[in-house]
């Protein structure tokens, strides 16, 4: 499900990690090399493979390899997912709460508690002299202006589309976020979390209200390209395609 790796600073740092997604971020990076996984919030398509990670990364160090430990930005895990996944050292454990700002370097991340099924965050990080904004799972709330506000790229969800949806109210419409990004002057827009089959019905309705809105896909690489044609801020690998149901 989701997982995508942002490489600032000379930073490798992931937001969330879906169920089904380690297998591809290992094509892109060892997960020794990741310097910070954060997590907006505690459903398995957003933090399924952590689980997977953290035995293989225990595995590793039995084994001898000299890893150190990876700081881990969740929500407040209950008791089984702490049992599993802050034992033996392999990851540095922080609490996100509303507000919540961690500095790495110059890279700096800040967290926006919204509206979903269960405790979730928006996500702003700023690294370079630019700022990506990730709305994680949410419904339609105001603390998602201050997610999007100024973005130089904003990675929204667009679960629905338009008509009666019984998900309404902890998912955002396609022209909800294509809206966000329109009245909170953010510069691209990127959708994810989108019914793969429904595709092109999301892009269109966001694109009514925000025209520089993009799909998400496997693989592709966003970058910020400077004068000169040199890569500068921020980098941004969607490494597994998002909510991708078959339907």
Not at 179 to 198: C, D, I, M, S
């Amino acid at each position: 499900m989701l997982l995508f790796l942002i490489e600032a600073e000379g930073r490798r740092i992931l937001l969330d990690m879906g169920n089904g997604s380690l297998a591809k971020l290992q094509k892109d990076v060892d997960l020794a090399a990741l310097d910070l996984i954060a997590i907006s919030h505690l459903h398995f398509d957003h933090f399924g493979d952590l689980f997977c990670a953290k035995y293989q990364l225990e595995s590793r160090r039995a084994c001898g390899e000299a890893i150190p430990r990876i700081p881990l930005l969740t929500p407040r895990l209950p008791a089984w997912a702490r049992a599993e996944l802050c034992t033996n050292d392999v990851f540095e454990p922080h609490v996100i709460e509303d507000g919540l700002r961690f500095r790495m370097g110059d890279a700096a991340l800040e967290f926006i508690g919204t509206v979903h099924l269960v405790e979730s965050y928006g996500v702003r990080l700023e690294a370079e002299g630019r700022t990506l904004a990730y709305s994680g799972d949410a419904g339609a709330c105001p603390q998602l202006a201050r997610v999007a506000a100024g973005a130089d790229l904003f990675l929204c969800e667009a679960t629905l589309t338009e008509g009666p949806c019984a998900e309404e109210g902890h998912h955002l419409r396609a022209a909800t976020a294509g809206r966000l990004a329109a009245e909170n002057g953010a510069k691209r827009l990127l959708l994810t979390h989108y019914h793969t089959p429904q595709a092109q019905t999301v892009l269109r309705e966001a694109r009514a209200y925000f025209e520089r809105t993009e799909l998400t896909a496997i693989g592709k690489t966003w970058r910020w390209i400077k004068g000169d044609g040199r890569v500068y801020g921020l980098e941004l690998k969607n490494v597994l395609l998002v909510r991708c149901t078959g339907i």
